[in-house]
């Protein structure tokens, strides 16, 4: 629809034993990345700090966040929205990882698993691969 701007969001690139951390959100059929929405006025860190301490009950850390890269890809699940901007970030945690209120659960993919991912984070899987985290 014209005039539709994007998702914009910001996702954490956490990979682990070879292997990315996805999220199924309640309701949903596909997997994402841990993150999500800015609320007004945050940056990237602010967001994706305050999104991963919901869904994961993590804190990550701010000396080691990074930006990984920007992909755009067709939004999924999205009815207002037909593309979703997100910032990929990477940074170490504190804590263990546990599923909260906002999420089912949490799994780690290999890149063969790549088809459960929503298109946006397919692309990220692809990004972390091509930035060498992923082999």
């Given at each position: 629809m014209a005039g539709m701007t994007d998702l914009d969001v910001v996702a954490w690139v956490q990979v682990t034993d070879g292997k990315l951390l996805a999220v199924r959100a309640r309701g949903r059929d596909l997997l994402y990345l841990p993150g999500g929405k800015r609320e007004p006025g945050e940056d990237d860190w602010s967001a994706l700090s305050r999104?991963?301490?919901?869904?994961?009950?993590?804190?990550?850390?701010?000396?080691?966040?990074?930006?990984?890269?920007?992909?755009?890809?067709?939004a999924h699940d999205q009815p207002d929205f037909a593309q979703v901007t997100m910032v990929c970030c990477t940074a170490g945690y504190r804590g263990e990882?546990?599923?909260?209120?906002?999420?089912?659960?949490f799994v780690y993919l290999a890149p063969?698993?790549?088809d459960l991912l929503a298109p946006a984070a397919r692309s990220a899987l692809d990004l972390a691969r091509a930035r060498g985290?992923?082999?």
């Open positions: 999104e991963v301490r919901e869904e994961l009950d993590l804190e990550l850390d701010a000396a080691s966040f990074r930006e990984l890269g920007v992909i755009r890809a067709p990882v546990t599923a909260s209120a906002e999420v089912d659960e063969d698993d790549r985290l992923l082999t």
